[in-house]
């Protein structure tokens, strides 16, 4: 079974998505997709044949002031309207419809990783925890700490999965895959450090969510093990890595087109060592 992996990474996995493009672009078939955040949300347009569907949201779509904004935050609480994002624009009618019904008659295994806000653990929703117009999973994967209140399904507040498994190699093999690509949305050789989340931790975090605080605090830990992790299997052969060369100060919440434009153009290109390793 050969799976891929998409980490995610707010408007800098434009990056995924012109990895996706490309595939559909080339008739490239995963058996097994697994997404974190924005990772979840190419996945869902990948495994739904919808090519260059993702690309506005994050060109366009993000400048809008209903998508994210802080008088957003100031109403709500949270700084990205993600029921904006993933109903009234992903609904039936919306400006960019998920054909919800080639999604699910997609063979392929679909998981979207998000992190329960009580209990700090990942949670693997699947496409059975989708409906024609509820894409709340989604939401869910995609609520960034601090940036966004927890999202609620069916009574279970969550946060990003980042948190809890940021990299889910292990899920992705013990799932049954044989062979994985692993879709980064930083340099595979850069390191990541804990001193600022810490402080987003303690600052806005330790009080209310506390197993929330301590993910994000463990966060680069995880991360930087599972990218180890994929380094050792790609010299195995068992995995791929695909990741831009450089981010040039791109963020999570980065709305610079022109960089972003690029980083979509980076992932088109590195998607080309795709089919040579399919054929291994």
Known sequence: MIGVIDVGGGLRDIFGSGVFDYCLAHGIKFDYCIGISAGSANL??????????????????????????????????????????????????????LDYDRLVRNRAVYKIVATDANT????????????????????????????????????VPYFDGGLSDPVPLEKAFSDGCDKVVVILTRPKDEVRYPERDERYADLFLKRHYPVIADGLC??????????????RLEREGKALIIAPDSIKGLGTLTRDKTLLMGMYKK?????EKIPGFLEA
């Open 120 to 155: 700090g653990l990942p949670h693997y929703f699947d496409k059975h925890d989708m409906h024609r117009n509820d894409y709340r999973v989604i939401c869910a994967s995609c609520c960034l700490p601090v940036v966004c209140k927890p999202y609620v399904v069916d009574g």
């Open 218 to 231: 463990h966060r680069s830990v995880r991360y930087n093990n599972a990218v180890a992790l994929a380094k």
């Open 44 to 97: 869902a347009s990948y495994l739904a044949g919808q090519k260059g569907r993702n690309v506005p949201f994050y060109l366009d779509y993000c400048q809008r002031e209903e998508y994210m904004s802080m008088e957003q935050f100031l109403r709500t609480g949270s700084y990205i309207n993600l029921d904006y994002v993933y109903r009234t624009l992903s609904n039936e009618g919306g400006e960019a419809a």
């Open 267 to 271: 992932g088109l290109r590195e998607a």
